[in-house]
């Protein structure tokens, strides 16, 4: 029999394929694309390809290697290569995740296991960021002023689109459907569950009341551009896609939805990074000026915890701080 040296390697150790860390990663990507979870596959993908960057042994790796020596010269590669704190967090919420399934599945280590308590602890890798929201002046001249560039024009209403219906995320704007909008005894709402967490257990939809300037956005973008299938708005723009196609097609439109806010901000002389990110940042920051309740503020954006909710906002904007200090 012409054995390859792995397998020799695997009937000498008595090791299966079930106890190699890597090929279980593999599996786990394969179903994560076959059930659909594109986004999520492809976070797994590139997880995987940085760890082979940092050990060329990882097709050997078992389980009970990946332990807290191991993840930690892993974030010592990282830091090496640049990345930032939220980067690096980005890969190890990955690589954690694989090691829970696979201990929950019971073929993992979970003696070795390196997270949690008295191990690496990723929320520590959290850095704050810049924030990403609309000065009120920069957000008034945004929704008063009507782009020449039709382009720049159809990003500046699915930027407001997104702005009231509670910074509503361009993937959720995309897969919105007709029957979505429901008839509700004080008006029309559209009930959602966002893409990145619906297929959890206990998520609650969305509701958004339709108000005048929402249907007025709705009808706008439908006007200058023919929806397709059921879709809501026309950022899908073929017909039939489902799957991974649907996905990249949905990639694709992004990208350009991004150039085109950046030529958006030219053009009416903001000078801000506009970007799909901001329309969220600027709803939340909005609804925290006008003493809305942070509870509620999260519950508005979807978001499992509060913590999630307060990388959104600062605790107190300067005008707040520059008020308190007069009373010194």
């Keep these: 029999i012409d054995w390859t040296l792995n397998q020799f390697e695997d009937a000498f150790l008595n090791t299966s394929k079930q106890g190699k860390f890597n090929a279980y990663f593999t599996d786990r990507i394969a179903e994560l694309h076959a059930t659909g979870h594109i986004g999520n596959s492809q976070t797994y993908k590139q997880t995987q390809d940085m760890l ?88 008034s001249k945004l929704k008063s002023t ?53 297929r959890q257990k206990g998520v609650k939809p969305i509701s958004i009341k ?4 929402i249907r007025q956005l709705i009808g706008s973008l439908q006007a200058a551009s023919p929806t397709v299938d059921d ?7 073929r017909s039939g896609y489902t799957g991974e196609r649907l996905y990249m097609h949905i990639r694709a439109r992004y990208s350009k939805y991004q150039k085109y806010l950046r030529l958006l901000a030219e053009e009416l002389g903001i000078d801000f990074h506009l970007t799909s990110y901001v329309s969220r940042h600027t709803a939340a920051m909005t ?42």
């Design 287 to 328: 609804l925290q000026r006008n003493n809305i309740p942070r509870e509620v503020i999260s519950q508005m954006l979807g978001h499992a915890d509060l913590e999630t909710t307060n990388i959104y906002l600062d605790s107190f904007d300067n005008e707040v701080i520059n008020e308190a200090a007069k009373v010194l």
């Design 231 to 237: 879709f809501l708005l026309p950022i899908v723009t």
């Design 52 to 139: 082979r960057s940092y050990d060329r042994k990882l097709d050997q790796r078992l389980f009970s290697d990946i332990d807290l020596r191991y993840v930690r010269g892993f974030d010592m590669f990282l830091q090496k290569r640049g990345c930032c704190g939220n980067t690096r967090k980005f890969y190890f919420k990955a690589l954690r995740a694989i090691l829970n399934r696979a201990n929950a599945e019971g073929v993992g280590s979970v003696a070795t296991y390196p997270f949690g308590r008295g191990g690496f602890e990723v929320s520590k890798l959290e850095e704050a960021t810049a924030k990403r929201y609309l000065p009120a002046a920069e957000l």
């Design 146 to 198: 009507t782009a020449s560039n039709p382009q720049c024009e159809y990003a500046r209403k699915l930027f407001l689109f997104s702005y009231y219906c509670y910074g509503i995320s361009f993937i959720d704007m995309a897969m919105l459907t007709a029957a979505q909008i429901k008839q509700m005894e004080d008006g029309d709402y559209i009930v959602y569950k966002r893409q990145k967490i619906k």
């Design 210 to 213: 339709i108000t005048p300037a």
